[in-house]
């Protein structure tokens, strides 16, 4: 099994991006390539454009006002996305959060945040990913702004089976074909289901899917709709964070996300989250 291991970051300016910035995107993706792979379309099937008042939740991070990644409020001042999103020393100056529009473009209203810190779970690892997470802390408040609200995480694991599976929604502003297309302006959502840890640690093996992952996806349904940072949320909560997935966006392996529930993350969380609804 060749395996190939690419960046997971979205970064694009304006309306449509050019040749060169999409061509930085793929640069910077989390996604594996393996070999034998069937080669299927690109396009996920039954994702929709999302309205932001059923996901007031929804950020897009920015770069230099460019969206390079999914995030979502979880606290007054709080909101959290995934570590790979930044480097290992990232400045907050740089950085800025747009809440209360489905729309990514500049010019389409919504509010934008300045970010105070951005703090990378310590144990991070960017070779496996594990402890994929990181909490962006704004200056001011996410209080008081229309279709800007935090969102429930859970706090005990899912059980979902190939029999009774669970179904959770992914959201973002992610391209729909890896190879060709420009990113959305308008966020959109997908439904998949949860796969099952073991078949999951079967399915990706040699590479690790380690204690702090957890999957879901479906042929043809995949978090490629979805950002690195963005949400995978289950029964109105917060579960898990979009992470890596294959590099063939829809294919037979299951996306990996960053569980919410497994004890470093949460232990991580709570030190600076101390309640669910948002105390900090």
């Given at each position: 099994m060749e395996l190939l291991v690419v960046a997971l970051l979205l970064c694009v300016t304006g309306t449509f991006a050019d040749s060169s910035q999409i061509e930085l995107w793929r640069s910077?993706?989390?996604?594996?390539?393996?070999?034998?792979?069937?080669?299927?379309?690109?396009?996920?099937?039954?994702?929709?454009?999302?309205?932001?008042?059923?996901?007031?939740?929804?950020?897009?991070?920015?770069?230099?006002?460019?969206?390079?990644?999914?995030?979502?409020?979880?606290?007054?001042?709080?909101?959290?996305?995934?570590?790979?999103?930044?480097s290992s020393n990232p400045d907050p100056e740089f950085i800025t959060l747009l809440g209360g529009s489905a729309n990514r473009t500049?010019?389409?209203?919504?509010?934008?945040?300045?970010?105070?810190?951005?703090?990378?779970?310590?144990?991070?690892?960017?070779?496996?990913?594990?402890?994929?997470v990181a909490l962006i802390r704004i200056e001011g408040?996410?209080?008081?702004?229309?279709?800007?609200?935090?969102?429930?995480?859970?706090?005990?694991?899912?059980?979902?089976?190939?029999?009774?599976?669970?179904?959770?929604?992914?959201?973002?502003?992610?391209?729909?074909?890896?190879?060709?297309?420009?990113?959305p302006e308008i966020l959109r959502v997908v439904r998949i289901p949860l796969v099952p840890y073991t078949e999951c640690r079967r399915k990706w093996s040699p590479l690790a899917v380690t204690n702090s992952m957890i999957c879901a996806g479906e042929l043809r349904r995949d978090a490629c709709n979805g950002d690195s940072g963005g949400p995978l949320v289950c029964n109105d909560k917060l579960y898990g964070i979009v992470s890596w997935g294959a590099y063939q966006c829809g294919s037979s392996y299951p996306g990996v996300y960053t569980s919410l529930t497994a004890r470093d993350v949460a232990s991580f969380i709570s030190q600076y989250i101390t309640t669910q609804n948002g105390e900090s």
């Open positions: 910077v993706q989390v996604r594996r390539n393996i070999r034998n792979e069937p080669q299927i379309s690109g396009r996920i099937i039954g994702g929709i454009e999302a309205n932001i008042g059923d996901v007031p939740f929804q950020l897009s991070v920015r770069r230099f006002d460019h969206h390079i990644c999914g995030a979502s409020v979880i606290d007054s001042s709080f909101a959290i996305t995934a570590a790979h999103c930044f500049e010019d389409a209203g919504g509010v934008i945040f300045k970010v105070k810190d951005i703090i990378v779970h310590p144990g991070f690892n960017p070779n496996t990913y594990h402890n994929d408040t996410f209080a008081g702004f229309e279709n800007v609200a935090p969102i429930a995480m859970h706090s005990v694991p899912i059980f979902s089976s190939n029999f009774n599976p669970v179904y959770c929604s992914v959201s973002g502003w992610g391209i729909t074909n890896m190879f060709v297309g420009n990113l």
